[in-house]
């Protein structure tokens, strides 16, 4: 079984024990947590081997990177 398939099976079991808004909530906010430190992780050390630096940070703060909506589908 892969780590993927595990970590599956792990939300699963969590989910299944979620039974208010409050759980729900408390369970988002967990796995933002998580997946912010793990982004974090990863710039951290493009950074500690010189392929991410302040002119980068610099360059992208200005820019809009999200995908356009497409309005084809209304």
């Known amino acids: 079984m892969s780590y993927s398939e595990m970590a599956q099976l792990e939300l699963m079991n969590a989910a299944a024990n979620v039974t208010t808004?409050?759980?729900l909530d408390a369970?988002?906010?967990t796995l933002s947590l998580?997946?912010?430190e793990l982004a974090q992780?990863?710039?951290d050390k493009l950074w500690d081997e010189g392929k991410f630096d302040q002119a980068k940070l610099d360059e992208l703060r200005g820019?809009?990177?999200r995908t356009p909506y497409n309005d084809t589908l209304n």
């Open 34 to 36: 998580f997946f912010a």
């Open 21 to 23: 808004k409050e759980d």
């Open 41 to 43: 992780k990863a710039i």
């Open 27 to 29: 369970l988002k906010l």
């Open 63 to 65: 820019k809009h990177l």
